[in-house]
């Protein structure tokens, strides 16, 4: 079983809709990130947080650690969007490595 | 200011073949990661630096991959005797600090094993 697991693997949805994906993790960490991966490999950091919730424009991220989960949101998705977003976690104990979940692709569509 | 900046973009070897590939980082930051990502599948971790010191490594899938960072800056990931599971992305990322900080993504090489 993988340390860093999400859900879906893939989610389509229309223009406009409320998007969630999730990420849950089975070890003990120091902070969680989101990242957003473009067509062409670049990777591009959207949050990083430790605790609580953190917004920047249509974004959200929420974590709770005594579940060992985190959500990602999207409001009035766009076709803009559509990218991989990878979960990312840095261990306890450990160096700073992330952990990466598989990812999940967003596809919007107009 | 520039980004982390990768070279080459994209590397095409045939098996047994020797590759060099190459990571200039921001600036200033101390630390800088490789991870690999296989096709379809999240990066995972193969080596990180702070400044010239390699302090881990447990992430290199055999003795043919040798990474180093001699003056603390540029680093380079080196793949001796290339075989066709080497073909992935190579990520190199880069953090200001030693501590728990957002790091920045270099664009990646693609490497395919022929």
């Known amino acids: 079983k993988n340390e860093v697991e999400q859900s879906p693997q893939n989610l389509t949805a229309q223009e406009g809709e409320f998007i969630t994906i999730n990420c849950s993790y089975s070890?003990?960490?120091?902070?969680l990130h989101w990242l957003q991966q473009h067509p062409g490999g670049g990777i591009v950091s959207l949050f990083m947080?430790?605790?609580g919730k953190k917004k920047h424009g249509r974004l959200i991220a929420t974590i709770n650690i005594q579940e060992k989960h985190s959500s990602l949101h999207i409001t009035a998705s766009h076709p803009r969007d559509s990218a991989v977003y990878i979960c990312?976690?840095?261990?306890?104990?450990?160096?700073?490595?992330?952990?990466f979940g598989k990812g999940t692709k967003l596809t919007v569509n107009p | 200011g520039a980004g982390v900046s990768q070279s080459p973009r994209y590397k095409v070897a045939k098996r047994g073949q020797d590759v060099a590939l190459r990571c200039d980082p921001i600036?200033?930051?101390?630390?800088l990661f490789w991870y690999q990502q296989a096709l379809g599948q999240g990066p995972e971790f193969l080596t990180y630096?702070?400044?010239?010191?390699?302090?881990?490594k447990s992430g290199l899938p055999s003795d043919r991959f040798f990474a180093e960072r001699p003056e603390g800056s540029v680093s380079t990931l080196k793949i001796q005797r290339t075989q066709q599971e080497d073909s992935a992305v190579y990520l190199c990322?880069?953090?200001?600090?030693?501590?728990?900080?957002?790091?920045?993504f270099g664009p990646g090489t693609r490497l395919t094993v022929l």
């Open positions: 630096f702070q400044n010239e010191a390699q302090l881990d």
């Open positions: 990322a880069s953090s200001f600090r030693r501590s728990y900080n957002e790091q920045f």
């Open positions: 990312a976690v840095i261990t306890q104990g450990g160096s700073e490595k992330l952990v």
């Open positions: 070890v003990g960490i120091s902070a």
């Open positions: 947080l430790s605790s």
């Open positions: 600036s200033g930051h101390v630390s």
